[in-house]
């Protein structure tokens, strides 16, 4: 929820200062990514990172996850046909649609079609709409992305000590979605994030005198 001016809620923060009131605090994960009263595995299948839907235990959910599932979001919007249900509905996509398959076998899946080119090419990219089939650009930004994602050089997200490398994954993938977009909206967020995070680990003024006086 984007708070308004004066709400009660947030203290008076506003959009302005790039907050939010969570309101699904049963869904939440620690700043760090772990949960200890919650399942890794809650969101929709069908735009989840794979790993996410295994059960294999992980240590943590990571940004790499959330890209993911942002790259899942991309290939469905440049799939569907809002005028033509019927059409969708043949592409291979839309099988993910299928509330009877287990969460096992849409992982399972999706890592069928994104984890090897040839299979990517064939099953999603010859099923885009013609707007971003055609599009030369979009479809060179997804095979990267997919190369980030799914190739062999992705770190492994499996293990606790991959959260770094999991954050570099994530700005790499956004800095070749800003490229596409001819723009730096999605590098600058990060960049104002690392500012915001900098700024909260420097010591004050008043915290070094308060350290002095403790020392």
């Known amino acids: 929820m984007v708070p308004v001016e004066g709400t009660k809620l947030t203290g008076g923060l506003t959009y302005k200062d790039r907050r939010g009131t ?87 899946t999706k890592l069928h079609w994104f984890e090897v080119e040839k299979r990517f090419k064939w099953q999603i990219v010859e099923h885009l709409e013609p707007l971003y089939r055609d599009d030369s650009g979009f479809i060179t930004c997804i095979s990267d992305l997919r190369e980030f994602l799914y190739g062999d050089d992705r770190p492994n997200n499996r293990d606790i000590e991959a959260t770094d490398a999991e954050e570099d994954l994530f700005r790499t993938c956004m800095m070749k979605i800003d490229d596409y977009l001819k723009e730096e909206k999605g590098c600058e967020e990060m960049r104002w994030i690392d500012s915001q995070a900098q700024a909260s680990r420097t010591p004050t003024s008043e915290g070094l005198e308060q350290e002095d006086l403790y020392d």
């Not at 059960?55 to 290939?75: N, P």
């Open 22 to 108: 969570i309101v699904d605090w049963n869904l939440c994960f620690t700043s760090n990514g772990t949960s200890s009263n919650r399942s890794f595995r809650s969101g929709t299948p069908a735009f989840m990172a794979p790993v996410l839907l295994q059960d294999e235990k992980l240590a943590r959910r990571t940004l790499g996850h959330d890209m993911e599932s942002f790259f899942a979001v991309i290939i469905w919007m440049a799939s569907v046909d809002y005028a033509n249900e019927e059409a969708f509905q043949a592409k291979p996509l839309a099988i993910l649609l299928d509330d009877t398959r287990r969460t096992i076998d849409i992982a399972t």
